[in-house]
């Protein structure tokens, strides 16, 4: 089982719809959660960062987290073409005392105007 | 400043050659990462420095040498470079490699090795 999981799409939808991205996680320590949105030949930026259960929104990005369901999601309100990219989901683990950033493959969404 | 700048932004090498990456950052940061990222593929974690000393070294080949000359520097010495070692090498930092807010790391541009 990898220890990060997206669906690798594309997920494509319409400009003005919403777009919802999931992403599963194996180690049932983790702490820290985050989405980095990468467009084509360029550096992950990070968009959102969520450590505790629940929703959290910034502007037109919400996060989602589900501790006991292992669950993270990133939803996207009033999608834009310029939204599409790819978008790595990455966890925060445990490697011999240090924090390590575990990156799922990412989901590439194309919004369509 | 919330920018991690990186050079070259292109090098291309022959397998005999020297070269080394550079990164800078001056957000206060006291943990740099290097990664290593293939097309289509996640970034991999290379090597950690927290607090200028190396923290995680992911079995990385000796060919990638790391150094941190100061908390806001952090080079990467390539020697012999294989074909297969052509990629994006990206730069990060974080405030420090705990957990929490602390540990949002934030990418420079990268450099796109090819290496001949």
């Known amino acids: 089982q990898k220890e990060v999981e997206q669906n690798s799409g594309p997920l494509s939808v319409p400009e003005g719809a919403i777009a919802s991205l999931n992403c599963t996680y194996s180690d049932r320590v983790s702490q820290s959660f985050f989405w980095y949105r990468q467009y084509s030949g360029k550096s992950p930026e990070l ?9 959290k929104e910034d502007g037109r990005f919400t996060a989602q987290l589900n501790k006991a369901s292992q669950y993270v999601s990133l939803l996207i309100r009033d999608s834009q073409p310029s939204d599409s990219a790819t978008y790595l989901c990455a966890v925060m683990g445990w490697n011999t005392g240090f924090q390590k950033l575990v990156f799922g493959t990412g989901t590439r969404l194309l919004v369509s105007p | ?15 005999t050659n020297k070269k080394s990456l550079k ?9 740099m990462y290097w990664y290593k990222q293939k097309a289509k593929k996640p970034p991999e974690l290379m090597f950690v420095y927290s607090y200028e000393k190396l923290s995680i070294n992911e ?8 150094e941190c000359p100061n908390s806001s520097l952090l080079n990467l010495h390539l020697h012999a470079l294989q074909p297969e070692d052509s990629a994006l090498y990206l730069c990060a930092s974080s405030q420090d490699a705990s957990g929490g807010a602390g540990g949002e790391q934030f990418f420079g541009p990268g450099t796109r090795l090819t290496v001949l």
């Open chain 1, 47 to 55: 968009i959102m960062s969520i450590y505790s259960n629940g929703d």
């Open chain 2, 59 to 66: 079995s990385v080949p000796s060919r990638f040498s790391p």
């Open chain 2, 1 to 15: 400043d919330t920018e991690v700048t990186q050079t070259p932004k292109h090098l291309v090498m022959g397998m």
């Open chain 2, 23 to 31: 990164c800078e950052q001056h957000m206060g940061h006291r943990a």
